[in-house]
C-alpha cells in the first residue's frame, strides 16, 4: 500500500453535520467510516460521506492542514466542498472501495485535455 496524506471531510448530508480528518489511507478510513466500526461521533451521527479530500506531500502537512480546517466556521468549509463537490456527492464509490472525481476534478481534467491533448495518468 502506497500512503498517501490526506485532509478529508465527511459529511452525514448536504450542509449538514461534518467532520475533518487525517489520514495515510483515505480508500480504508472512509470505508471504516462508513461502516461504523470505531465507536465516536462519526457513527454517532451518521457521518458517512466523503464531499472533500485533497492529497499533501506529507503527513505533517497533512496534519496542519487538519487543524487549520478544524477551526474555520461551517460557511468557509461549507465554500470549501462547494468549490470541490457542488452537489456534495459522496467521492467513495463503496462497490469498488475506491475515491471518485469531484465536479470540480473533472471540469480540471476536461480543461487540461481541451489544452494539452489526453489529461496526465492517474494512479
Known sequence: MTKRP?????AN?????????????L????????Q???DGFTSRYGIHRLVYYEFMETMEEAIRR???????NRAWKFRLINRMNPEWNDLFDECWGALCNGPADDERL???EAHHGSPPARG
Open 36 to 38: 461504523d466500526l470505531i
Open 110 to 112: 476536461r480543461i487540461m
Open 6 to 10: 490526506c485532509v478529508y471531510i465527511l
Open 66 to 72: 487538519e487543524k487549520r480546517l478544524k477551526k474555520w
Open 27 to 34: 480508500e480504508g478510513r472512509v470505508s471504516v467510516h462508513k
Open 13 to 25: 448530508k448536504p450542509y449538514g453535520t461534518l467532520y475533518v480528518g487525517v489520514t495515510s489511507d
